[in-house]
């Protein structure tokens, strides 16, 4: 187990920029990705969801989603097989496509992803709906009250992120007045004890959730290769 968190932290050193999931029946996709084989990896990935892998297929899905540029990726396919998994009811492909939804400004389908990957248990997407329900609490109490109970499920399946999203809730006065003095004492704390397991465990569920509104690659080392490739074009 510890040869395995090992490897996976070294992830950080060859490209990662943000940790996101991929699933434990991925090894050897996690093992490419954690000595900067990107490429091998996606090759891999591609290879599996074509031959029927859901969890390849979504996470190549969100790999792509996070780079558009990817060089030698046939985005079509990749979308198709993804949203292929989703409709045969599995979590992760349906919280990709959620995220892909929200990306392209389809709310009302984002929406309705997000809440059927959610009704399958998967934390990330529980947490989100509770992230929902916090930019909403304005509207209402009842709101304030979904947003809780949302994050509080998913951090008992496991979605430590959940906790940090309740905590800064809390300090930011979503939950009331009495809430705020726990959020501004315990959410550096919570902070803190997060951000070096997010270190060494990149890859976890529990540990990832999409970043809206951010549009960089999930490695560095991608979007360098995007560059290059572009230039290289350009002398051609």
């Not at 993804?82 to 959620?98: F, G, K, P, T, W």
Request: charged share 20%.
């Amino acid at each position: 187990m510890f040869g395995t968190i090992h490897l996976d932290s070294r992830a950080w050193r060859h490209g990662l920029a943000h940790p996101f999931y991929v699933p434990s029946e991925l090894r050897q996709v996690r093992v490419l990705l954690s000595t900067g084989n990107i490429s091998a990896a996606i090759d891999e990935l591609a290879t599996r969801a074509a031959n029927g892998s859901n969890n390849a297929a979504a996470t190549l899905e969100y790999i792509c989603l996070r780079d558009p540029h990817l060089p030698e990726v046939d985005y079509w396919t990749v979308a198709s097989l993804c949203r292929a998994s989703a409709s045969r009811s599995h979590a992760y492909s349906q919280y990709v496509l959620a995220c892909r939804e929200y990306q392209r400004g389809n709310f009302k389908e984002y929406s309705r992803w997000l809440y059927r990957a959610a009704r399958q248990n998967f934390p990330p997407a529980i947490g989100d709906v509770g992230r929902a329900f916090i930019e909403k609490s304005s509207d209402s109490r009842k709101n304030a009250l979904l947003a809780k109970r949302f994050l509080a499920r998913a951090f008992v399946r496991g979605h430590s992120l959940s906790a940090l999203y309740f905590l800064r809730a809390c300090r930011e006065g979503i939950f009331g007045s009495g809430m705020s003095v726990l959020g501004h004492v315990a959410f550096p704390v919570a902070l803190l004890l997060i951000t070096p397991i997010c270190r060494l465990r990149p890859f976890s569920a529990g540990l990832f959730s999409h970043p809206f509104g951010v549009d960089k690659p999930l490695f560095a080392q991608s979007q360098s290769s995007t560059q290059q490739s572009r230039s290289q074009s350009v002398n051609l």
